[in-house]
């Protein structure tokens, strides 16, 4: 049996619908396609899951991220089955103006995080739990692979953990892990875009400091 609980702050942009936001209406069809698939799937691939999705605080008061900027993502989705947790931090995003992937902090946080759950789990014993990300895209697909370059496909997106609202097949698999491509080490073009060529190759690695407030 799957439980699920959609929590929200009143900054939400769903029943704050503050134009200045500019995403409210992608916020409200991206959570209003979760709650289906989890609805659809309750049964089936998300049996035995407890599913939470939480609207992430504001600046100063949230879960950020700092690397060369600091972002705090919009949602936490939070499943547990068993004695194992996942921890998903997503960005709904429209990326027509956002770096690409090599220079972007947002789009490379899964990359850190999967270090961070390693590095965590150790120092504090947590070894059942996991810390991951994913941009939704509200940009399609076409549109972004013609400013990202020729070499990037579905499959590149996908374990760039790019993901796209209006994909054919549908992201909420991918977040929910059920076609994952997590572990399989996928490889990411590299040359492509303009801001992979004026910045260059891509920067040291370093883990993010993060704030809980």
């Not at 997503?90 to 992937?101: A, C, D, N, Q, V």
């Not at 549908?170 to 977040?175: I, N, T, V, W």
């Not at 891509?202 to 993010?208: E, G, I, L, V």
């Amino acid at each position: 049996m799957c439980g699920c609980g959609f929590f929200f702050q009143a900054e939400d942009g769903i029943r704050d619908l503050v134009r200045s936001r500019g995403l409210g209406d992608v916020y409200k069809r991206q959570v209003e396609g979760l709650r289906d698939y989890v609805r659809r799937e309750a049964a089936g691939a998300l049996a035995n899951k407890e599913i939470y999705l939480l609207r992430n605080l504001s600046r100063g008061k949230g879960v950020g991220f700092f690397q060369n900027e600091g972002f705090f993502p919009d949602f936490i989705l939070w499943l547990k089955e068993g004695e194992h947790q996942r921890i998903i931090f997503i960005e709904p995003h429209g990326m027509r103006y956002e770096k690409t992937y090599w220079p972007s902090d947002k789009a490379r946080l899964h990359e850190r995080l999967a270090g961070l759950s390693h590095e965590w789990g150790a120092k504090l014993g947590l070894r059942n739990v996991t810390l991951d990300s994913f941009i939704v895209s509200a940009t399609p697909y076409d549109e972004l692979r013609e400013y990202y370059g020729s070499s990037w496909g579905h499959k590149e997106f996908t374990n760039s953990h790019i993901l796209f609202e209006r994909s054919e097949e549908g992201y909420c698999q991918h977040l929910f892990g059920e076609h994952s491509v997590r572990g399989k080490k996928g490889k990411v073009p590299s040359g492509e875009g303009a801001e992979r060529k004026r910045t260059g190759s891509p920067r040291a690695k370093r883990n993010p400091r993060t704030t809980s407030r």
